[in-house]
């Protein structure tokens, strides 16, 4: 019963969010030219299924929802990333830059990686993974494509500064790195509240990276509730808590400085339009509702990184888990966090 009215629950958000959205669908097109995405698993479409790495997921249960099957999304189905892709107005899902040919990179480029972080050392532990500086470097090469379409760099730089660029990292930094102390050190060079600002400062001259090179309407998302994870939940001690509740306060610290870095960009970026998403806010209201309790666990069974167990059976009712596996979000998560983020980014669109 306490599991059909939390589906009924988040159902009834998910609606609402999406009709709200009506007023700014475009009729026959998109509300932008491109959309580049840049950050980790939860919006990898695919970049890390040739890569040397535990993290990669192009195999069943993963995809069981998706329309073209297991292509390495870390969900059983849609991520926000593709979510707000159809809310944009977008016919198909950007290709990940693995996949990515010709003049449909004129439509945009996904360059996320799982198990990658701000930090390039973020994740290795799992094997190699495109962090952002090198997804940054991917996207140059997508800039030169783009200007050998176009013709001319005025055409170029005049299409990107059109574009949107989403943000979806940072969640690694501590996952697999800062509370992982017996593979980095980053926990005893750093307290939690100098770590965020090492972070920070990474963080920002990847951002000025992107900006010298056209962007200018850019979204960037704040960590989720990292301590509610089931992956969290089994490894640590949450001393009676639903959370891990050390694991979120880092999070919290991050995002806090996210908030102060988007204002910094906005204040002093000419042309630019940056936000912060709330994923945060989002998520932690549903992981942490007694609803919600009993299916704070992942829909499948996991292998010794959190990931599923390849053609394992999946559980049967997707829609009522916030969690796929360990540490992702079900399809439905990733519906309402997208629908209800999307309606803040007509700020910048």
């Known amino acids: 019963?306490?599991?059909?009215?939390?589906?009924?629950?988040?159902?009834?958000?998910?609606?609402?969010?999406?009709?709200?959205?009506?007023?700014?669908?475009?009729?026959?097109?998109s509300k932008v030219p491109c959309y580049f995405i840049f950050g980790d698993s939860l919006v990898d479409s695919g970049n890390n299924n040739?890569?040397?790495?535990?993290?990669?997921?192009?195999?069943?249960?993963?995809?069981?929802?998706?329309?073209?099957?297991?292509?390495?999304?870390?969900?059983?189905?849609?991520?926000?990333?593709?979510?707000?892709?159809e809310l944009l107005g977008f016919d198909n899902f950007i290709p990940s830059?693995?996949?990515?040919k010709g003049s449909e990179i004129l439509k945009g480029v996904n360059y996320a990686s799982g198990s990658a972080g701000i930090r390039s050392e973020t994740g290795k532990q799992l094997g190699v993974n495109i962090d952002l500086k090198n997804q940054l470097q991917n996207h140059q090469v997508t800039i030169s494509h783009i200007l050998d379409l176009l013709g001319t760099q005025d055409s170029a730089t005049e299409y990107l500064s059109k574009c949107f660029y989403s943000f979806v990292i940072g969640s690694n930094d501590y996952i697999n790195n800062y509370f992982l102390p017996q593979f980095y050190n980053t926990s005893r060079q750093y307290t939690p509240e100098q770590y965020a600002e090492v972070l920070m400062e990474d963080y920002s001259q990847h951002i000025m990276t992107l900006y010298n090179s056209g962007a200018r309407?850019?979204?960037?998302?704040?960590?989720?509730?990292?301590?509610?994870?089931?992956?969290?939940?089994?490894?640590?001690?949450?001393?009676?808590?639903?959370?891990?509740?050390?694991?979120?306060?880092?999070?919290?610290?991050?995002?806090?400085?996210?908030?102060?870095?988007?204002?910094?960009?906005?204040?002093?970026?000419?042309?630019?339009?940056?936000?912060?998403?709330?994923?945060?806010?989002?998520?932690?209201?549903?992981?942490a509702s007694p609803a919600f309790e009993i299916k704070i666990k992942g829909c499948c069974k996991v292998n010794e990184f959190g990931l599923c167990i390849p053609s394992e059976v999946p559980c049967d009712h997707r829609n009522l888990h916030l969690f796929w596996d360990d540490f992702h979000p079900s399809e439905i998560a990733n519906k309402l966090s997208a629908g209800i983020s999307y309606l803040s980014l007509k700020k910048i669109l």
Do not use: W
């Not at 988040?10 to 026959?28: E, M, T």
């Not at 040397?52 to 999304?73: C, H, L, Q, S």
């Open 217 to 287: 309407k850019v979204a960037l998302t704040g960590i989720g509730p990292i301590g509610c994870t089931p992956g969290a939940i089994a490894t640590y001690d949450t001393n009676g808590s639903l959370c891990v509740d050390s694991m979120n306060q880092a999070a919290n610290l991050f995002n806090n400085r996210l908030k102060l870095l988007v204002d910094q960009l906005n204040r002093n970026l000419l042309g630019a339009q940056f936000i912060y998403m709330n994923t945060y806010g989002i998520v932690s209201e549903y992981a």
């Open 97 to 100: 830059f693995l996949s990515a």
């Open 50 to 85: 040739n890569l040397a790495t535990n993290a990669k997921v192009n195999y069943p249960p993963y995809g069981i929802d998706f329309p073209e099957g297991p292509t390495g999304r870390f969900c059983n189905g849609r991520t926000t990333a593709d979510v707000i892709g």
């Open 1 to 29: 019963m306490a599991g059909r009215r939390a589906f009924l629950h988040l159902l009834g958000i998910f609606v609402f969010a999406v009709g709200s959205l009506k007023q700014y669908f475009v009729n026959g097109e």
